[in-house]
């Protein structure tokens, strides 16, 4: 069974503010200890790297959170000693995600310079009115600037998180922020439909949304503006550019391995029996900090049986519009492909999923209804 690819995740816990809708992990702060989670986050990659001798790293992705609340001196730090890791290609495709509320153009530089080549903005909206709603700590002209400052500092592959469905935005709204978010040219969309999570302000007080009917034809519209501009829908809510898929993301999608650093960060790996295990630290950063420390972050872990296997492998693949070979699931999964039986032929009876032997392929129906079609591939018994 050959070796997945493997990925480096490191997570930034804080923000400026938290904003109403978000769940992640991320806490609003004013004051960060930078220096204490930088020692923290290279002895978490350490203890990793040491579990993992002999794999090459193909991406980084640096997220949160706010990650551009750190110094582009702390990044480099962290990237040096990525890039000391044997086998890091130099074309290595290395993200940032940054909050447009944060940035000023020295900043860009020093990012550029400590060796981040894609980075991923926050902007959420072009309408000042609909930010004002979702409590953004910056305005769209701070969006725009901050991508003329990308650009000028260096920046070939750029990313804007857009979201729609935002509170009172009306389909002509939803199409002025996707011209607008066009305008600027990123190589890469993230185009993202709000959603209430329970443990949110938003959550617990509901704004007052968009009706289903109205989301949909929203998301038609979006895509279809998406694809004349140029863009390829390649996973549920990821547009780009040829050439510009999120390498990072795909590796989850297509069931790749990852590391992952940092306060509540996930990580998955194959072992060398080829089952694989899922591993997650400690989400309170200073717990976090305080474990990595003493040599030993990780908060749990689990190894899949093969019907998890199976079902987290649907569950990844089938976002992504051209699905995935069933031969990679083999290969990533080390199991035959009669595992993913009976789900699959179910979903091909119902329309949900080509029927084709060589790919598990979404139809345009299963990519409509894909929580009822990866639903399917639940393992029994749950
Ligand atoms: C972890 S955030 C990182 C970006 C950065 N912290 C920022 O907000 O500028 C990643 C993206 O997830 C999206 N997101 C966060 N909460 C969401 C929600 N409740 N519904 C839909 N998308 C959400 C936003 O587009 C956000 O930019
Ligand atoms: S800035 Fe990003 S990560 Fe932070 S709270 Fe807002 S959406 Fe969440």
């Given at each position: 069974m050959p070796t997945p690819p493997l990925a480096l995740y490191v997570h930034i816990p804080w923000c400026v503010r938290k904003c109403p809708y978000c769940d992640f992990n991320s806490h609003g702060a004013r004051e960060i200890p930078e220096a204490a989670y930088l020692q923290a986050l290279l002895a978490d990659l350490e203890t990793d790297l040491e579990r993992l001798p002999h794999r090459a790293l193909e991406s980084v992705f640096i997220g949160?959170?706010?990650?551009?609340?750190?110094s582009p001196q702390t990044i480099g730090r962290l990237l040096e000693r990525v890039a000391?890791?044997?086998?890091?290609?130099?074309d290595a495709e290395i993200t940032l995600e940054a909050n447009p509320?944060?940035?000023?153009q020295a900043r860009f530089r020093g990012f550029r310079d400590a060796g981040v080549n894609r980075l991923s903005i926050g902007?959420?909206?072009?309408d000042d009115t609909l930010l004002q709603r979702l409590g953004r700590i910056h305005d769209a002209r701070a969006v725009v600037e901050a991508v003329t400052a990308a650009r000028d500092a260096g920046f070939a592959n750029l990313n804007l998180d857009l979201m729609c469905?935002?509170?009172?935005?009306t389909p002509a709204q939803a199409r002025a922020d996707l011209d607008a978010a066009l305008a600027l040219e990123p190589e890469h969309l993230s185009w993202y439909e709000l959603t209430l999570e329970a443990e949110t302000p938003f959550g617990r007080h509901p704004p007052d949304l968009p009706d289903e009917d109205t989301r949909a034809a929203m998301q038609e519209a979006g895509r279809e503006r998406l694809q004349r501009a140029g863009?390829?829908?390649?996973?549920?809510?990821a547009h780009a550019r040829p050439?510009?898929?999120?390498r990072h993301n795909l590796n989850y999608w297509q069931f790749g391995d990852y590391l992952g650093i940092g306060a509540g960060a996930h990580g998955k790996h194959t072992l060398p029996q080829g089952r694989i295990l899922r591993r997650w630290k400690r989400a309170d950063p200073g717990a976090f900090m305080a474990a990595a420390m003493a040599g030993d972050a990780v908060a749990g872990s689990e190894t899949l049986d093969p019907a998890e296997a199976a079902f987290d492998f649907a569950l990844n693949g089938?976002?992504?519009?051209e699905g995935v070979p069933m031969s990679l699931f083999t290969q990533r999964t080390?199991?035959?492909?009669?595992?993913?039986?009976p789900a699959r032929g179910t979903a091909v009876a119902r329309g949900l999923?080509?029927?084709?032997?060589d790919r598990l392929r979404p139809t345009d129906l299963g990519r409509r209804y894909l929580d009822d079609l990866v639903a399917l591939f639940i393992p029994q018994g749950n």
């Open positions: 949160g959170g706010t990650p551009s609340l750190f000391r890791r044997p086998g890091l290609a130099h509320g944060t940035l000023e902007a959420q909206s072009l469905a935002l509170p009172g935005q863009f390829e829908h390649y996973e549920v809510s050439g510009h898929r999120c089938l976002r992504l519009t080390g199991l035959p492909a009669v595992h993913l039986e999923l080509q029927d084709r032997p």
